[in-house]
């Protein structure tokens, strides 16, 4: 049975990221490992994106051929879809968090803003399985994943459970550049992760083996 995986941001490197989990395949069978549910706000951009993608037709510009015959591949195998229903959340085995943030520069007064960040994983917490693996992909600053996600995280499941959870949560930076090796990318690149325990780093570690070239 394959597991589910929603992708949280469906920007270049979401639906990039998309694509690669949907690409991947079990050795043996050659059959996929995911099913993948591509998850977006219900914006005009967001809406556009997932009403393209659930059409069959490619949402972005690009010109890497291997990325848009990976995509054609998951259409073919029917386990590649977008939505803005956050109830996608609910059975999700794996969710990657592909959104933007937003930095203003400016010398030593530079500022993050991380609203929308904490938004978004709000929104996963009420929703997820307390086992569910939480990758955050988005590049951010160091400690954001200890000092603001897994706190935010930690109090909505253990309050949604009436138990001390804790989330099975890591970070692993986007590695997407957009060009002719978009996907390559993704899956022919070194790739940096850490969790929040060794637990979520495992777990970060089998799936991220699943999609990565670690040969």
Not at 14 to 22: E, H
Not at 122 to 128: A, C, P, S, Y
Not at 185 to 209: D, P, Q, T
């Amino acid at each position: 049975m394959k597991k589910k995986v929603c992708i949280q941001g469906l920007g270049f490197v979401g639906f990039a990221m998309a694509i690669a989990v949907a690409k991947a395949k079990d050795k043996t069978t050659n059959l996929p490992l995911y099913d993948v549910v591509g998850v977006d706000l219900p914006t005009k951009d967001g809406k556009q994106k997932i009403s393209a993608i659930n059409k069959g037709t490619f949402p972005i510009s690009c010109n890497d051929e291997e990325l848009k015959k990976a995509y054609e591949d998951s259409l073919r195998e029917g386990n590649i879809r977008a939505s803005n229903n956050n109830k996608e959340f609910e059975n999700a085995d794996i969710v990657i968090v592909d959104i933007n943030l937003d930095v203003s520069i400016n010398g030593k007064s530079s500022e993050v803003d991380f609203s929308p960040l904490k938004k978004a994983i709000e929104t996963v917490g009420v929703q997820i399985k307390k086992d569910t693996l939480v990758i955050i992909e988005t590049t951010v600053p160091p400690g954001t994943t200890e000092k603001i996600i897994y706190p935010i995280l930690k109090e909505i499941l253990s309050e949604r459970f009436n138990m001390e959870c804790i989330p099975i949560l890591a970070h692993s930076y986007e590695r997407v550049m957009p060009g002719p090796q978009y996907l390559s990318s993704i899956i022919n690149f070194w790739r940096v992760y850490a969790g929040i325990n060794k637990k979520s780093a495992n777990k970060c570690k089998e799936f991220l083996s699943t999609i990565i070239n670690t040969e």
